[in-house]
């Protein structure tokens, strides 16, 4: 059982940055690939970004490449997602996700999930 808390949402306005953590914990957590997913009001989930378990290879979504970057610090148990230039349709509720097998964009790829941390842009 692994347990996820997302934090570091809030309000900023176009073109600002805000880092977002999930913090895990429990069983061999850091052997697991992480993602970030996102869904707006109305929306699907959608994948954001994710990185392996060893942080060597990473995947975004086209609409934050450049923009966002993800990355992981095991000895802390934490993933963070950078968001740089942030932009009113980033809008959403932001979700960590952990995986024991496949890494990528499918969200039944992931075995656990945060609540979610919500991520307002104005304009």
């Known amino acids: 059982q692994v347990q996820l808390v997302e934090s570091g949402g809030g309000l900023v306005q176009a073109g600002g940055s805000l880092r977002l953590s999930c913090a895990a914990s429990?069983?061999?957590?850091?052997?697991?690939?992480m993602g970030w997913f996102r869904q707006a009001p109305g929306k699907e989930r959608d994948f954001v970004a994710a990185?392996?378990?060893?942080?060597?290879?990473?995947y975004y979504a086209d609409s934050v490449k450049g923009r966002f970057t993800i990355s992981r610090d095991n000895a802390k148990n934490t993933v963070y997602l950078q968001m740089n230039s942030l932009k009113p349709e980033d809008t959403a509720v932001y979700y960590c996700a952990a995986s024991r097998g496949s890494i990528g964009s499918y969200s039944h790829y992931y075995n656990y999930w945060g609540r979610g941390t919500q991520v307002t842009v104005s304009s």
């Open positions: 990185l392996t378990w060893s942080g060597g290879s990473t």
């Open positions: 429990g069983r061999s957590s850091s052997n697991y690939h």
